[in-house]
């Protein structure tokens, strides 16, 4: 663990969330962040999350192994709610290791996160497909084995966790009895299923992949109480983004772990009393990958011009996003869930240039009213027509602006109107993907 002093017993904690769809650039706010942070935790989701971070000329692609491991004595803590694909993990370790990144004891797993075997990927793929003819389509999932790997943690005797993979015993004990179900599951939905679901082939690669992964497995709920008694401080990474939460965002077009900061607590083992401050990272305009309702979404060239801007193709699977105008009645929504306390909007950049922008302050639902409250039922959310404020545009600076009261005056007025519509201030606006390109409020 980091032994940087920290200057007081009582240490502040932060929480970085996303308040849309994902990819609203939560990498890069981690990296900003973490160097004033011991420890940077993730608290949920999977290989489904893909947070990118650029230093100088490197670009990362992170997808279990927290933004933190990037940044020079800060611990990074892979928390009990994160579903583990170890061999991805150990992948992502390789590959971090191959560009000259240090990752040894600074890199923690807990020992009850769930792990993401084989037979879940299969069955994300096979499920999507046999639901891809149904209202709004497949969920879209990432078919990382998200979903499965979660629903075997709440079924309980379909479950592996990651400390399991020490232990010959067990693991064969509870493999035996799985495979032979998820065979039979996935025969029946039409899956060939081949010799990597075989007992022994898969106990030796699960036990190999254990081996491997032991010198970073840990009591993670004892290291962070320890940590935070220590008076260390800790960044909590949300993966994935609140719309998308499995209880709060457009269900059933949402994945399947809480990437709200509801999540925290359960995911980490340390109670949400201990974070003082979740700044909430927003998009100048919306994005969603997969299925489900996009009230805002645009399907014209403005919509086009935003994904090659904003280079809005997948971090994990490189599918082009949907792209549409900012839609506040949504962040207002989850800002409130997550207790968002400041905003840090970011691909501020890539509306530059355009005449007007759009900021969707409404719904209007089929009866012909207007609602300003987000709905939580997502065929709900398929029926409504957004309602826009329109403002004029700005062009995109000749010299970087270098604070906010440099930026154009339309600009301003655009971030203005976020504030005031959402409630809450915004303490970071970033304009490139640079760690340096971003405009960062006097406190
Ligand atoms: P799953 O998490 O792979 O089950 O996918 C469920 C839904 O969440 C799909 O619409 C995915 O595209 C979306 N999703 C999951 N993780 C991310 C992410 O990190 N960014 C954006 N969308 C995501």
Redesign the pocket.
């Known amino acids: 663990m980091s032994t940087r002093p920290s200057d007081s017993a009582r240490a502040s904690h932060t929480a970085v969330v996303g308040l849309q769809?994902?990819?609203e650039g939560k990498g890069k706010l981690v990296d900003l962040l973490a160097p004033d942070h011991d420890l940077t935790v993730r608290y949920n989701?999977?290989a489904?999350?893909?947070h990118t971070v650029v230093v100088g000329d490197e670009r990362y692609a992170l997808h279990l192994i927290p933004s933190g491991i990037l940044v020079p004595d800060c611990t990074c803590v892979v928390g009990n709610g994160v579903v583990v694909d170890p061999w991805k993990l150990l992948e992502e370790i390789e590959g971090l290791r191959g560009r000259g990144v240090e990752v040894s004891e600074n890199l923690r797993i807990s020992t009850r996160a769930h792990v993401v075997m084989p037979y879940h990927k299969l069955l994300?793929n096979a499920l999507e497909e046999a639901i891809s003819g149904q209202r709004g389509g497949a969920?879209?999932?990432?078919?990382?084995g998200?979903?499965p790997a979660y629903a075997d943690k709440v079924q309980r005797s379909t479950a592996i966790r990651v400390g399991d993979l020490r232990h010959r015993d067990r693991l064969e004990r509870r493999l035996e009895t799985i495979l032979s179900l998820r065979t039979r599951q996935l025969r029946s939905l039409g899956v060939e299923v081949g010799d990597e679901l075989s007992l022994p082939r898969l106990l030796e690669e699960s036990l190999a992949a254990g081996d491997a992964l032991a010198p970073h497995m840990a009591d993670t709920t004892w290291l962070l109480h320890d940590a935070i008694d220590a008076g260390k401080s800790i960044l909590f990474e949300g993966?994935?983004?609140c719309l998308?939460d499995v209880d709060h965002g457009t269900y059933p077009?949402?994945?399947?772990s809480n990437c709200s900061t509801l999540g925290i607590p359960a995911g980490t083992g340390v109670p949400l009393g201990h974070v003082d401050r979740v700044l909430g990272i927003m998009k100048a305009y919306s994005t969603?990958?997969?299925?489900?309702p996009f009230p805002s979404e645009l399907h014209d060239e403005i919509g086009d011009r935003i994904r090659e801007r904003g280079r809005e193709y997948?971090?994990?699977?490189g599918?082009p996003r949907r792209c549409g105008w900012l839609d506040l009645v949504a962040a207002k929504y989850t800002a409130m869930v997550c207790g968002v306390t400041g905003i840090a909007c970011t691909l501020f950049d890539v509306l530059g240039g355009l005449e007007e922008v759009s900021l969707c302050v409404g719904y209007r639902l089929p009866d012909g009213s207007v609602t300003d409250r987000f709905l939580p039922d997502a065929e709900d959310l398929m029926d409504v027509e957004p309602v826009y404020e329109t403002m004029s545009g700005w062009h995109d600076p000749v010299d970087p602006p270098t604070d906010r009261a440099s930026l154009p005056d339309a600009a301003r007025r655009y971030l203005d109107r976020i504030e005031s519509f959402v409630g809450v201030p915004i303490e970071i606006v970033s304009i490139g993907p640079e760690r340096s390109e971003v405009l960062v409020a006097a406190s």
């Open positions: 769809w994902g990819d989701g999977g489904n999350a893909g994300d969920i879209g999932t990432t078919r990382r998200i979903g993966a994935n983004a998308l077009f949402v994945t399947s969603r990958v997969g299925g489900g997948g971090t994990t699977t599918r």
